[in-house]
Nanobody, 121 residues
Framework: QVQLVESGGGLVQPGGSLSLTCAASGSIGTINTMAWYRQAPGKQRDVVATITRGGTTNYADFVKGRFTISRDDAKKTLYLQMNSLKPEDTAVYYC???????????????WGQGTQVTVSS
């Protein structure tokens, strides 16, 4: 059993900052690429940022220069530092990780339950 649990969401004023955390637990062999996604009401789920095992990062254009993704493999934890937040960043943010549970398993995607981020004055 693998679980991803996000935390750190909340209400923040425009221009403010929030830090999200995603902790993985359970039967985990290798964690490959990890990512943050977000979904606003009535919209599709979009990728926000990704990070490989080697630390290579990629960002959606709408967060470049404002958000930073990072990971701590020893803690099996993914982070998202969000600065200069805008009202349009309001969404449920989801953690995603491609995890191989053992040498006998394929890598497969797992999702967290999501955490609400609201940017409003």
């Amino acid at each position: 059993q693998v679980q991803l649990v996000e935390s750190g969401g909340g209400l923040v004023q425009p221009g403010g900052s929030l830090s999200l955390t995603c902790a993985a637990s359970g039967s985990i062999g290798t964690i490959n690429t990890m990512a943050w996604y977000r979904q606003a009401p009535g919209k599709q789920r979009d990728v926000v940022a990704t990070i490989t095992r080697g630390g290579t990062t990629n960002y959606a254009d709408f967060v470049k220069g404002r958000f930073t993704i990072s990971r701590d493999d020893a803690k099996k934890t993914l982070y998202l530092q969000m600065n200069s937040l805008k009202p349009e960043d309001t969404a449920v943010y989801y953690c995603n990780a491609n995890i191989r549970r053992s040498a006998y398993d394929d890598s497969r995607p797992y999702w967290g339950q999501g955490t609400q981020v609201t940017v409003s004055s």
